[in-house]
């Protein structure tokens, strides 16, 4: 399996519940490797930009809101399969639908205040990567 980077983000819900190490450790018990990291406070502008593909769907204004609430950490994972292997371990969007043991299903309140984020293909972990890590 080709070795791949992908983006995470732990959302404003999982930075003020205090679960930033169990999250990563389920990164690295994985086979994840945290190759770049960094906490940061998100503005309209970046988030915005950030989530342009959603521009249209209606819960976009409420989800940039959401994503400037709060500090979120930003990091970049490294493994074989890392694109699948990331959005298998946060489980599906909607945290009522994710599977026991995913992250979303143990930390997640609500579809939109969902913990994490991580790219959903090669394609937008390329260009995910190099938004928020543009000298990785
Ligand atoms: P993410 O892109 O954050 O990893 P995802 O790929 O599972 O999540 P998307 O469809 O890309 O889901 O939606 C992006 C984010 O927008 C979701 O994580 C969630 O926070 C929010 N969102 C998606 N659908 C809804 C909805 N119906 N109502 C409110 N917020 C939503
Ligand atoms: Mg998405």
Redesign the pocket.
Known sequence: MATERTLS?I?PDGVQKQVIGKILTRFEDAGLRIVAAKMMQLDKNLAGSF?A??KE???YN??VT??TSGPVFVSVLEGADAVNKN?EL?G???PKEAKPGTIRADFAD?????T?????SLENARNEVAFFFPDL
């Not at 609500?110 to 969902?114: F, G, L, R």
């Not at 994490?116 to 959903?120: L, Q, R, Y």
């Open positions: 983000i959302k989530y593909v959603h769907r209606p819960f409420d989800l959401y994503m959005r946060m599906a969007t909607n609500s579809i939109e205040a969902n994490v984020h991580g790219s959903d």
